[in-house]
């Protein structure tokens, strides 16, 4: 499986970015998929994670009820929808997939597979 996030810019403080994660692979429908972002001098951190049916999701307290993680998986492709976006939301955002389709989890341990990032910057 092959992850290509993108969608990422500049936006002001209060604004709303969608970000993609496209997938090569028949198979990508079966996996997982989770954000994580990683912003200058920080580790790794966890963003959003979603099922491959769509039936579990799970957000980061720091971005719940701003962001929807969504799946169209007719398309390959995994969204986050990112809502009253913050100063603290810039970093370089990471989708990746687990193979365990019905995890839903919150360590980056746990993915198999991730993209090349997508950079995010709020300005104030």
């Known amino acids: 499986v092959q992850l290509q996030a993108s969608g990422g810019g500049l936006v002001q403080a209060g604004g709303s970015l969608r970000l993609s994660c496209a997938a090569s692979g028949r198979t990508f429908s079966r996996y997982a998929t989770g954000w994580f972002r990683q912003a200058p001098g920080k580790e790794r951190e966890f963003v959003a994670a979603?099922?491959?049916?769509?039936?579990?999701?799970r957000y980061a307290d720091s971005v719940k009820g701003r962001c929807t993680v969504s799946r169209d998986n007719a398309k390959n492709t995994v969204y986050l929808q990112m809502n009253s976006l913050e100063p603290e939301d810039t970093a370089v955002y990471y989708c990746?997939?687990?193979?365990?389709?019905?995890?839903?989890?919150?360590?980056?341990?746990?993915?198999?597979?991730w993209g090349q990032g997508t950079q995010v910057t709020v300005s104030s």
């Open positions: 990746a997939a687990d193979s365990g389709g019905l995890r839903v989890g919150v360590t980056a341990y746990e993915y198999d597979y």
């Open positions: 979603i099922s491959w049916s769509g039936g579990s999701i």
